[in-house]
């Protein structure tokens, strides 16, 4: 069965500091990898997207990942964080058509 | 941009009462998902539809059902409403294809007591 998995609930993270949030599937073959964030009240909003070619995948808002297929990864980083990325960031493995399996999320509060 | 618009933001009902969410997308999206997101447990896809009269069970959808008689539209149907199924309900839509990105409705928290 599909899963995500998405160790750390909550992260708190300083103002101009880097930040990682780490994101583990188990599929058997080459998953299409999604990182959505949620801010207060709104919907959700793709960050990235990974489906094929080279590993490290650029998104909006200044944020990346790299897949790494030896450890089933898609960690989301970003250099330097500001006060508007203070969200839930959701990462989301595709396992077939359509369907989209998403993990527990994990809130990012930034702090001053 | 697209928009998403879920009927309603805050809806509260009584136990077994039938509950119909609605969800309409303006840019002629093929597919279309509810889900329901609670804390610890994030999405969880109910039912999605990739064409007009055509649905598909998703991970969570028992008590629940939905109805695409358009393109634009698709709802949320419960049933008789439970306890259990007090919730924040997500409407999104795509285009075709396995690897079309989400958009996303702003959701309909639900209160059933």
């Known amino acids: 069965a599909q899963s995500v998995t998405q160790p750390d609930i909550h992260i708190t993270v300083s103002e101009g500091a880097s930040l990682e949030l780490r994101c583990n599937y188990s599929?058997?073959?080459?998953?299409?990898l999604f990182w959505y964030v949620q801010s207060p009240g709104q919907g959700l909003q793709l960050l990235l997207k990974?489906?094929?070619?080279?590993?490290l995948v650029q998104g909006i808002k200044g944020f990346e990942a790299e897949f790494k297929r030896s450890q089933s990864s898609f960690n989301l980083r970003k250099p330097s964080v500001h006060w508007s990325d203070a969200a839930e960031y959701f990462c989301?493995?595709?396992?077939?058509?359509?369907?989209?399996?998403f993990g527990a999320g994990t809130t990012v509060t930034v702090r001053a | 941009d697209v928009k998403v618009t879920q009927s309603s933001r805050y809806l509260v009902k009584r136990t077994g009462e039938k509950v119909f969410l609605e969800c309409v997308q303006d840019?002629?999206?093929?597919?279309m998902f509810w889900y329901r997101q609670d804390p610890g447990l994030g999405l969880r896809l109910i039912y999605f539809?990739?064409?007009?009269?055509?649905?598909e069970k998703g991970d969570i959808p028992e008590g629940y059902s939905v109805s695409r008689e358009k393109k634009e539209r698709f709802s949320l149907i419960l049933e008789s409403a439970s306890t259990n199924q007090t919730s924040m309900y997500l409407c999104?839509?795509?285009?075709?294809?396995?690897?079309?990105?989400?958009?996303f409705g702003s959701g309909t928290q639900l209160s059933v007591l």
């Open positions: 989301a493995v595709a396992y077939n058509d359509y369907k989209l399996s």
């Open positions: 840019m002629d999206h093929e597919n």
């Open positions: 999104a839509s795509s285009l075709a294809g396995l690897n079309e990105k989400l958009f």
């Open positions: 990974y489906f094929s070619g080279d590993t």
């Open positions: 599929y058997g073959a080459t998953p299409y």
């Open positions: 539809s990739y064409d007009v009269k055509m649905k």
